[in-house]
């Protein structure tokens, strides 16, 4: 029996609230693969629940490098390299080395680059932070930004980005660093009332846009539950376009059932029931 996929996923833990690891080694396992979880950070919630300073906030820096060099000495080795949220330069620092340890000629490596939403980055991303995940992103084979990172990883106004398909395919080509890595770009809408992604593939140096029903409600979580759809999908030997479709397909379908049960939407979509879905 082949062995399933292992994957690195380099993230913060949150105890309440649906996002980063909490929805990324369901979604991963659910898919098939071995999520390897390399923690930045443990935090009691996300920072989506007020008041955000109410949270407790471990910061797992400093033993990211002493779990890679266990790691190294048990000989693991990764098929992919996940990352997500990243708190500080430091953390970036210590993930490109990672990247040399166990980067091999097969690792599909994954930057999902977190910087901001609606427009304006996170108040924990700095100028710094923003040159830092650029450079780290420079190295991955796919990147998965919204709107608002697309245009920092450009260095563009956020207020000038293209809302026609012609400007938009620029924007995806221009982020694929002259067809070296695929992008997915998250949260377009092509025409009212339907939401979804545009996506350049290295592999076949082509652009396309999938679409989904637009619900009226917005969910913290909803870019990692899409970008370990994605992943998934890809490490099950699907091709770009059809991974795009089912990560598309799926965070849609977790919004509208979570509309319909009513929680509360900043506990995050449930997703839990849908999982037998991407088995």
């Given amino acids: ?20 690891l ?13 999520c390897c979880p390399l ?6 919630a996300h920072t989506a629940f007020p008041p955000s300073d109410k949270a407790t906030f471990l910061d797992l820096t400093d033993q990211m490098e002493r779990t890679a060099a266990h790691w190294a000495e048990l000989g693991v080795e990764f098929d ?16 490109e080395g990672f990247y040399q340890q166990f980067r091999g000629a097969n690792t599909r490596v994954l930057v999902d680059p977190v910087m901001g939403d609606h427009g304006k980055p996170y108040r924990t991303c700095t100028p710094e932070l923003c040159a830092k995940m650029r450079e780290l992103a420079d190295g991955a084979d796919c ?17 000038s980005r293209p809302t026609q398909e012609g400007g ?43 679409m989904a029903h637009q619900e009226p409600a917005h969910f913290p979580g ?5 970008a370990s759809v994605l992943l998934g999908a890809l490490m099950r030997g699907d091709e770009l376009p059809g991974s795009v479709e089912q990560a598309v397909s799926f965070v849609q379908r977790c919004v509208a059932h979570t509309l319909k049960v009513g929680t509360p939407p900043v506990e995050g979509v449930q997703f839990e029931p849908l999982l037998k879905e991407l088995v």
């Fill in 222 to 226: 909803t870019g990692d539950l899409f």
């Fill in 22 to 34: 909490t929805v990324v080694l369901p979604v991963l396992s659910a898919m098939g693969s071995q």
């Fill in 143 to 159: 990147i998965t930004p919204n709107w608002t990172e697309a245009a920092l990883l450009l260095e563009e106004d956020y207020a």
């Fill in 168 to 210: 938009i395919r620029t924007w995806l080509e221009r982020l694929s660093l002259e067809g070296r890595r695929s992008v997915v770009l998250t949260g377009i809408s092509l025409r009212e009332g339907q939401v979804g992604a545009g996506y350049f593939d290295r592999i076949t140096s082509t652009t396309g846009f999938v």
């Fill in 80 to 95: 992919a390299i996940y990352s997500g949220f990243l708190g500080s330069p430091d953390q970036i620092r210590i993930i």
């Fill in 1 to 20: 029996m082949k062995a399933a996929p292992r994957i690195a996923a380099i993230q913060d833990i949150s105890g309440f609230g649906r996002c980063s």
């Fill in 39 to 44: 923690l930045t950070a443990s935090l009691s």
